[in-house]
């Protein structure tokens, strides 16, 4: 199993940025794939973000042109740049690992995922 833990959430003014961290440890098969969810009050938690171990990235429409995801594994670092902040974007956000037999890193649904951090809290005030 993975261990999770983020870092990095805070308030921020519409049109601002924030960048989101993940320190990973455990087993490095349970972090082939990575990826960043988040959820807003009263809703479904959903994908934003994925990553491959060499690097493809998968974006949810919403935040595409918006956020980057990056890697480093030599750190076992997951990093989250968000630019151009919405009050949308408003939300829990966590981090997320799995190992590649749970199936294609591409996934962006919840079920597909089985390593949660337990969550930094991003707050978009308009």
């Known amino acids: 199993q993975a261990q999770l833990v983020e870092s990095g959430g805070g308030s921020v003014q519409a049109g601002g940025s924030l960048t989101l961290s993940c320190a990973a440890s455990g087993n490095p098969d349970s972090r082939a794939c990575m990826a960043w969810f988040r959820q807003a009050p009263g809703k479904e938690r959903e994908g934003v973000a994925t990553?491959?171990?060499?690097?493809?990235?998968t974006y949810a429409d919403s935040v595409r042109g918006r956020f980057i995801i990056s890697r480093d594994d030599g750190k076992e670092v997951l990093n989250l740049q968000m630019n151009s902040l919405k009050p949308e974007d408003t939300a829990m956000y966590y981090c997320a690992s799995k190992n590649i037999f749970w199936g294609s890193c591409r996934y962006l649904e919840e079920r597909h995922w089985n390593n949660w951090g337990q969550g930094t809290q991003v707050t978009v005030s308009s």
């Open positions: 990553i491959t171990e060499g690097g493809i990235k």
